[in-house]
């Protein structure tokens, strides 16, 4: 079994070359699988872990994200990045105190974004949102330094698609000291071309969430680093649920089953990965 500090280590190797994919799992058995696949590093996902628990993303308290990262992390052995959401905090200082709390859960990384809560006015105001990156890496720093911060602009996802401020603030960020730079909602070779150049030499981190046309060896040519798919996993697995369910409901046929993992490949799989994961290393 991997120990933190060396999940620490491996992640920030991850970030130094080269491209990979960084897949999100929502509990302990999508981790597992996805770690079976070949995965170098997994990253919670905000969304998929709050369907889990029947709520809407963004609505999961502080207290039950940090449960959830202490579970996830050790029972794999390969880095976990914390999709931390705002830090459960306005106030820089109060954000400094959730990534203390963060850190402590054994995860190799965390990404503190600049969205309010409010869709009305999405974004914090440019030198505050600089202040929480600035005081997440202070906290990082004193806790020992080693856990990778990402920071992350939502304006692409929020309703504020500004490519300039964008760029603004990952600069900003990147200066502030987050390790790796984040903004979902950018689809273009143009946009991502210009975010990687923008912050360079700093690694980008790219969501591809839809079906694209971009592959992973297109997003390594544009300078990807890290390339996330957020929810999609989860609302993939939704929606095989979901057809199955209302084919039930509604016609009273079983073949939405049809598909369906058979329970011996499963049983196997699980029972591999568990007590790969018991053996003392």
């Given amino acids: 079994m991997a120990t933190i500090a060396?999940?620490?280590?491996?992640?920030?190797?991850?970030?130094?070359?080269?491209?990979?994919?960084?897949?999100?799992?929502?509990?302990?058995?999508?981790?597992?699988?996805?770690?079976?696949?070949?995965?170098?590093?997994?990253?919670?996902?905000?969304?998929?872990?709050?369907?889990?628990?029947g709520m809407p993303d963004g609505s999961i308290m502080r207290d039950v994200a940090l449960a959830h990262y202490a579970e996830l992390a050790p029972s794999v052995?390969?880095?976990?990045?914390?999709?931390?959401?705002?830090?459960f905090a306005d106030a820089p200082e109060d954000v400094a105190e959730s990534v203390r709390l963060c850190v402590a859960t054994g995860v190799a990384g965390l990404s503190i974004e600049d969205f309010t809560g409010?869709?009305?006015?999405?974004?914090?105001?440019?030198?505050?949102?600089?202040?929480?990156m600035k005081a997440a890496r202070a906290a990082i720093d004193k806790a020992g330094g080693d856990v990778l911060l990402t920071g992350r602009t939502e304006g692409f996802i929020r309703g504020r698609p500004d490519l300039e401020e964008a760029v603004r603030r990952l600069k900003a960020f990147a200066e502030a000291g987050a390790d790796?730079?984040?903004?979902?909602?950018?689809?273009?070779?143009?946009?991502?071309?210009?975010?990687?150049?923008?912050?360079?030499?700093?690694?980008?981190?790219?969501l591809m969430g839809t079906p694209s046309e971009l592959a992973v060896k297109d997003c390594a040519g544009l300078g990807v680093r890290r390339i996330s798919?957020?929810?999609?996993?989860?609302?993939?697995a939704w929606g095989g649920f979901m057809r199955a369910a209302r084919q039930i409901a509604e016609t009273g046929s079983?073949?939405?089953?049809?598909?369906?993992?058979?329970?011996?490949?499963?049983?196997?799989?699980?029972?591999?990965?568990?007590?790969?994961?018991q053996q003392p290393q």
Avoid at 181 to 206: C, F, W
Avoid at 229 to 236: E, Y
Wanted: hydrophobic share 45%; with cysteine.
């Fill in 77 to 87: 052995d390969i880095p976990l990045n914390a999709d931390f959401e705002g830090g």
């Fill in 180 to 206: 790796c730079l984040y903004a979902p909602g950018i689809s273009t070779r143009e946009q991502i071309a210009a975010v990687v150049q923008a912050v360079a030499p700093k690694p980008v981190n790219l």
């Fill in 229 to 236: 798919v957020g929810g999609s996993l989860a609302r993939t």
């Fill in 118 to 132: 409010d869709r009305a006015d999405p974004l914090y105001p440019f030198d505050i949102a600089v202040a929480r």
């Fill in 6 to 53: 060396e999940k620490r280590a491996a992640f920030r190797r991850l970030h130094q070359s080269g491209c990979f994919v960084i897949p999100n799992p929502w509990d302990v058995g999508s981790a597992r699988y996805l770690q079976s696949m070949g995965f170098k590093a997994l990253a919670s996902t905000s969304a998929g872990f709050a369907w889990s628990r």
């Fill in 254 to 277: 079983f073949n939405g089953f049809a598909e369906a993992a058979p329970s011996a490949e499963l049983n196997k799989l699980f029972s591999e990965t568990t007590r790969a994961h």
